[in-house]
Nanobody, 126 residues
Framework: VQLQAFGGGLVQAGGSLRLSCAAS????????MGWFRQAPGKEREFVAA????????YYTDSAKGRFTISRDNAKNTVYLQINSLKPEDTAVYYC????????????????????WGQGTLVTVSS
């Protein structure tokens, strides 16, 4: 599967963004999807994941409350809504997909994911 993330940009602190990740192929609903981010000078970190059906989600503790992951399998797209943006949210955001089933993904490791998009840059100004 090929992934393309978009929707990033420059926003002021307190604003909102919705990132999108479009996937190729006709089996999108079989993939667990995740969002990661990498801030300047830092390692890539997990943000959120969603099961193939969209019925289950998982967030890192720092993302709970302000981030919402969702998907539209009819459009082969996964979304990441970010509210109340903070300067520390500045990062390149990546979407990722995995063949593994939801119950096989027991943590936030990027090693679970097989396919990656190119990333979209989010810059939050103070």
């Amino acid at each position: 599967v090929q992934l393309q993330a978009f929707g990033g940009g420059l926003v002021q602190a307190g604003g909102s963004l919705r990132l999108s990740c479009a996937a190729s192929g006709r089996t999108f609903s079989r993939y667990v999807m995740g969002w990661f981010r990498q801030a300047p000078g830092k390692e890539r970190e997990f943000v959120a994941a969603i099961s193939g059906s969209g019925g289950s989600t998982y967030y890192t503790d720092s993302a709970k409350g302000r981030f919402t992951i969702s998907r539209d399998n009819a459009k082969n797209t996964v979304y990441l809504q970010i509210n109340s943006l903070k300067p520390e949210d500045t990062a390149v955001y990546y979407c990722a997909a995995t063949h593994r089933s939801w119950i096989q993904i027991t943590g936030p490791s990027s090693l679970y994911y097989d396919y990656w998009g190119q990333g979209t840059l989010v810059t939050v100004s103070s």
